[in-house]
């Protein structure tokens, strides 16, 4: 695998940095966390560091740290920032890298452009996180229908949460993307158990493409 992976999601807060530390952890890559709102609680490459298990240095830095648990497009407005686009170029690594966006595809970056944006100028491949619960269906169906609007390839939907066997189903049906597996949430949550509810619940050759 050559490639950056993309981790987005179908919303904030649904688990896609665990995935993504998780998902680090198994490639024994790196990760980039692009623009982080928020720095008065652990940030999320902080929350990797931790429970990727990763050498040191294997967590790149991001390009733009934001103090407001906000939109990243107002947050950067607080703090008197502007994001530049050009800013956001994606780091040459010697092995796997992924790359976590924040919250859902259409989060603003500024007044004119979104994430959703710049993934369609990587034209990287998309790992689509989504709950299990009530919800989700909708939101996961219109996540991919902009992405495929767009042409960004979609490896396969990770799914967060306790299992719901016909939601997952019917999400599948309809989009036609693979199911990759289900990450459960973890108490507590450790790198080690991490490590072994994404060896279990995840099949990692329809990621890697069987490298």
């Known amino acids: 695998m050559t490639k950056p992976i993309v981790v987005t999601g179908t919303d904030t807060g649904i688990g896609k940095t665990v995935f993504s530390a998780g998902l680090a952890g198994l490639l024994d890559g790196f990760y ?6 928020g720095l008065h609680d652990e940030t999320d490459s902080e929350v990797v560091a931790h429970l990727a298990g990763l050498p040191s240095g294997r967590v790149l830095p991001e390009a ?5 648990p906000l939109s990243p497009h107002r947050s950067a407005e607080i703090d008197g920032v502007s994001i530049d686009a050009a800013d956001l170029s994606v780091p040459a690594v010697l092995g796997p890298l992924i790359i976590e966006g924040a919250g859902g595809l259409m989060v603003p970056l ?6 959703i944006d710049i993934f369609a100028q990587w034209r990287l491949p998309v790992i689509l996180c989504a709950r299990t619960t009530l919800g989700t269906i909708n ?3 219109l996540s991919i229908e902009a992405l495929r609007a767009r042409s ?3 490896i396969g939907i990770a799914f967060i949460g306790e299992e719901v066997a016909d939601t997952q ?3 599948v049906e ?7 597996g289900r990450l459960p949430h973890l108490d507590p949550l450790t790198g080690e158990a991490l490590r072994d509810a ?6 990692l050759a329809l990621i890697t493409g069987g490298e």
């Open 110 to 115: 500024n007044r004119q452009t979104r994430f």
């Open 169 to 171: 189903r019917t999400i």
């Open 32 to 37: 980039w966390k692009p623009v982080q709102s």
């Open 174 to 180: 309809f989009s036609g993307v693979p199911q990759l």
């Open 198 to 203: 994404m060896i279990a619940g995840l099949d």
């Open 139 to 141: 939101h996961t169906l």
């Open 64 to 68: 733009y740290r934001l103090k407001s």
């Open 152 to 154: 960004i390839p979609i």
